[in-house]
Structure formats: structure tokens, C-alpha cells
């Protein structure tokens, strides 16, 4: 299955990577907030119990343990393994972009622990959900609540999404935002590894 995130995206996610450390590593505030943060991050990541999954293989349904399952859910409906990897992958995505821009806003520079992972293209279309180029840390009020935020103006916010990424990463993304996905076990499986991957890094 060919990879939908190319090179270029990958540089340009550890070039901004760098950036928010180096910012980070240069002021003692900051990072003593960055660690305490990361350690809360990780802790939220280790808590997951190991899941079994009724999973098809060559056609028989067989049970597997696949992944650590999701925070604990308090719904009384039982939730299907598919959301429940679904959900899954979005509290690695999280996890991911939050330590990416080093639990910074990346619109007001506001350095929170609640700075949230937001969405450039909507998380509806699997292609780009967990594309680490569609989405950055904002804190709440640049994200929902603030008269400019992502949320209340969102043609303000590409707008400027667009200018902060370029012509040439813009336009990838918004194709890669476009294509539609088969969101099966193969998928999912490789969307898993990336994450885990990408957050195994800053272990
Ligand atoms: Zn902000």
C-alpha cells in the first residue's frame, strides 16, 4: 500500500518539529511545561489495556489482540471495534500533533496544557484524518471560542493556514484531503504503526 504522506511532508513536519524545540529548549519555563505536559501525554498513551478484536482472516472471523484499546468509554452502547480503533487512532493523532508543536499554540503562542489538536480539513474524510500536515495545536480560544477562531471564521483560518504552510504544501494537502480511502484493517493497520512510530520517537 503506497504511503499517502510523501517525503516532503515528512521534512516539512520535522523542520517545524525542530523549531518549536529549539524554541522550547531555549527558555527553562518553557520546557519544564513541555516535560510535565509530555509525561501527562505519554501516561494518557500507556494507560490503554491491551483489546481483542473479532477480526476476518481469509474470510473466518477469529478474535486477535491488535492495539491498546481507547480511553475508557462511559457509554452504555457497546461501541464496535472499528470506532474502537477509530478512537484510538485519534488519541495517537492527538498525542502526536500536541507533541509535534510542543503543546503550543501555534496561532497566539500560547503554551497550554489543554492546547488542543485541531483539524485544518475536516476529520470526516478519512484520507487526511490522521495526516500530520492537517492539523496543528491551538489552544481553545484560537481553536472554538475566540471572535477569530478556527471555528467562528474558518475562511480567516485557512486563509492563514495557507499563507503559514506555502503554495506547494497547501495544495498537496488539500488534494490528499480529497481522496477517499478504504478505511479497512490494512488501513487502519498502517495509520497505527505510523502514529506509534511517530510518538515512539520522544519516548
Ligand atoms: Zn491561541
Same mark, same amino acid.
Given at each position: 500500500m503506497?504511503? @499517502? +504522506? ?8 520535522d ?6 524545540m529549539a524554541?522550547?529548549?531555549a527558555d527553562p519555563k518553557?520546557?519544564?511545561i513541555?516535560?510535565?505536559t509530555r509525561? *501527562?501525554a505519554?501516561a ?11 477480526? $476476518? ?15 475508557? +468509554?462511559?457509554?452504555?452502547? !457497546? ?6 480503533r477509530?478512537?484510538? @487512532?485519534? =488519541?495517537? #493523532? &492527538?498525542?502526536a500533533?500536541?507533541?509535534?508543536d510542543g #503543546? ?9 496544557k &489543554? ?11 478519512? &484520507?487526511?484524518?490522521w ?6 495545536? @491551538?489552544c481553545?480560544m ?5 471572535f ?8 480567516? #483560518?485557512? *486563509?492563514?493556514?495557507h499563507?503559514?504552510?506555502?503554495d506547494?504544501?497547501? *495544495?498537496? @494537502? !488539500? ?5 477517499? +480511502?478504504?478505511?479497512?484493517?490494512? #488501513?487502519?493497520?498502517? =495509520?497505527?504503526?505510523?502514529?506509534? $512510530?511517530y ?5
Amino acid at each position: 500500500m503506497k504511503s @499517502l +504522506v510523501s517525503q516532503s511532508v515528512i521534512d516539512a513536519s520535522d523542520k517545524l518539529r525542530a523549531d518549536t524545540m529549539a524554541k522550547v529548549n531555549a527558555d527553562p519555563k518553557l520546557r519544564k511545561i513541555y516535560d510535565d505536559t509530555r509525561k *501527562e501525554a505519554q501516561a494518557n498513551i500507556d494507560r490503554h489495556k491491551k483489546m481483542r478484536l473479532k477480526r $476476518k482472516v481469509n474470510g473466518t472471523v477469529v478474535e486477535v489482540e491488535v492495539a491498546d484499546s481507547p480511553t475508557k +468509554v462511559k457509554s452504555k452502547r !457497546k461501541k464496535s471495534d472499528r470506532s474502537k480503533r477509530i478512537e484510538l @487512532l485519534d =488519541t495517537l #493523532f &492527538s498525542e502526536a500533533i500536541r507533541m509535534r508543536d510542543g #503543546f503550543t499554540c501555534q496561532r497566539c503562542g500560547h503554551q497550554n496544557k &489543554s492546547a488542543q489538536a485541531a483539524h485544518i480539513w475536516t476529520r470526516n474524510n478519512y &484520507s487526511t484524518r490522521w495526516d500530520m500536515e492537517n492539523a496543528l495545536c @491551538l489552544c481553545y480560544m484560537c481553536h472554538i471560542k475566540g471572535f477569530h477562531s478556527a471555528h467562528r471564521e474558518p475562511a480567516e #483560518f485557512l *486563509e492563514w493556514i495557507h499563507k503559514r504552510m506555502g503554495d506547494e504544501r497547501w *495544495e498537496a @494537502l !488539500k488534494v490528499r484531503s480529497m481522496n477517499t +480511502v478504504k478505511v479497512n484493517d490494512a #488501513f487502519l493497520d498502517e =495509520t497505527e504503526k505510523r502514529l506509534r $512510530k511517530y510518538l515512539a520517537r520522544w519516548k
